[in-house]
């Protein structure tokens, strides 16, 4: 299969400070990775898509600079929520594209529940 | 824009059923990919079955099959003898050509013991 982990799956800081998130393809490459975040019982939205070597392109009302993204080789990608704030409180899900399985096919990681104190 | 429609916000089902869950789509492409796929109570996205639209067989995996109706832009699931752990929210999604999928607002599936 693909297989995609993300870490960690849960973390719990003070407001103002910044969290890493860590998103891997574990066995495949993977030139595209994608960002979303989900509310309770709401559907995934998509924050931006992350290409290797390259900048990410983030979706329109996401704030780049608050959300970083890097994506330094072609297993791994990260999401740092800059200064974070309550409101930045939610579950972030990281995908991999993986071509070999057709186009568009994302794996997605389990998940990481950010909690903003 | 492409948009994906599930009209079925809940469902249930009794173990060992059959149950069909609804999506529509709305695209002006014509080579694009549709998934669906179930994101349980441990809210891990897992990739049930996917159906290239240029395919007109519809796509089988195990209990889950799909009846793919291109020109009524209709992807429906179907879950055959329905078990216990098929009990999670399901989502629709379109792949086109700008790589990026577009989800649903999901189906959340109920299976009585």
């Known amino acids: 299969g693909a297989v995609v982990s993300q870490h960690p799956s849960r973390v719990i800081c003070k407001s103002g400070t910044s969290v890493k998130i860590e998103c891997r393809s574990l066995?495949?490459?993977?030139?595209?990775m994608f960002w979303y975040r989900q509310f309770p019982k709401k559907s995934l939205m998509l924050m931006a898509t992350?290409?290797?070597?390259?900048?990410?392109?983030?979706e329109q009302g996401v704030e780049k600079d608050k959300f970083l993204i890097n994506h330094a080789s072609l297993t791994l990608s990260t999401l740092t929520v800059t200064s974070a704030h309550p409101e930045d409180s939610s579950f972030y899900i990281c995908?991999?594209?993986?071509?070999?399985?057709?186009?568009?096919?994302?794996?997605f990681g389990p998940g990481t529940r950010l909690t903003v104190l | 824009a492409q948009t994906v429609t599930q009209s079925q916000p809940e469902m249930s089902v009794q173990e060992a059923e059959t149950v069909t869950l609804s999506c529509t789509y709305d695209?002006?492409?014509?080579?694009?990919?549709l998934f669906w796929y179930k994101q349980p109570p441990s809210r891990q996205m897992i990739l049930v079955i996917r159906?290239?639209?240029?395919?007109?067989q519809n796509a089988t995996e195990n209990r889950f099959s799909v009846n793919f109706q291109k020109a009524a832009k209709s992807f429906s699931l179907k879950i055959s003898d329905s078990q216990l752990g098929d009990t999670a929210m399901y989502f629709c999604?379109?792949?086109?050509?700008?790589?990026?999928?577009?989800f649903g607002t999901g189906t959340l599936l109920a299976v009585q013991p």
């Open positions: 995908s991999a594209s993986r071509p070999s399985s057709g186009r568009d096919t994302q794996y």
């Open positions: 066995d495949f490459q993977a030139t595209t």
């Open positions: 992350s290409n290797e070597g390259s900048k990410a392109t983030y």
């Open positions: 695209t002006s492409e014509n080579n694009y990919y």
């Open positions: 159906q290239e639209a240029y395919k007109q």
């Open positions: 999604a379109f792949g086109g050509a700008t790589n990026k999928l577009i």
